[in-house]
């Protein structure tokens, strides 16, 4: 598993048909829990490449929200591979298909979310401590931020220290909280 899988979870905390459970994240996101969604959902548009050619390219946001009448892109970012650059030009990307689209975001890296409010996004910030277990002897151990995997299995019989022997299982007291409203500042 990967932190953006278990940050899936826990933004939808799906019931067993797959839908929206009560207690998901996404209903902060979103406004509502009445939602349709789609993962990773595949979309192509015209990329200019230049005056007289244009080329089809793909994008897929991580979650597209179909509520009532609006469809949102939702794009999840990890803190383990963090590229705000890269982040910024996907996003970009879906304005070709896409009026609302926004961000969650590491709360690590709050000092990039105003600029993604810059360019119109809107911003969540995400935590959560991560639960690994070692599969020497089952033990599982939370984490706090993105070191992974514990340095030391907390089994004091096994003590396990390397790295590989630890699968990411979840994510404990995951929460997201919006980015603070910014008024537009007054002209120079």
């Known amino acids: 598993m990967t932190i953006e899988d278990e940050l899936l979870v826990e933004l939808l905390k799906p019931d067993i048909y797959g839908n ?41 946001p991580d979650i597209v929200v179909n509520k009532q009448e609006e469809r949102i892109a939702i794009e999840v970012e990890n803190d383990v591979q963090w590229d705000f650059q890269a982040s910024l030009r996907q996003v970009k990307k879906y ?44 033990t599982v151990t939370e984490t ?21 022997d630890f699968t990411l299982i979840g994510l404990v007291d995951a929460d997201i909280r919006e980015f603070p409203y910014l008024p537009t500042p007054p002209a120079p």
Do not use: H
Not at 32 to 51: C, H, M, P, V
Not at 146 to 163: H, L
């Open 20 to 60: 929206v459970g009560k207690e998901a994240l996404i209903i902060r996101v979103v406004g509502s829990r009445k939602i349709d969604y789609l993962l990773e959902e595949l979309f192509y548009y015209q990329d200019k490449t230049d005056a007289f050619q244009r080329t089809w390219s793909k994008m897929s």
């Open 95 to 138: 304005r070709a298909e896409f009026s609302d689209i926004r961000l969650i975001i590491p709360e690590d890296y709050v000092r990039f979310a105003p600029l993604y409010k810059k360019e119109g996004f809107r911003v969540w910030l995400w935590s959560a401590r991560r639960r690994w277990r070692c599969e020497k002897c089952e």
């Open 144 to 164: 706090k931020g993105r070191v992974a995997p514990p340095y030391e299995c907390k089994n004091t019989k096994c003590r396990n220290k390397n790295g590989q």
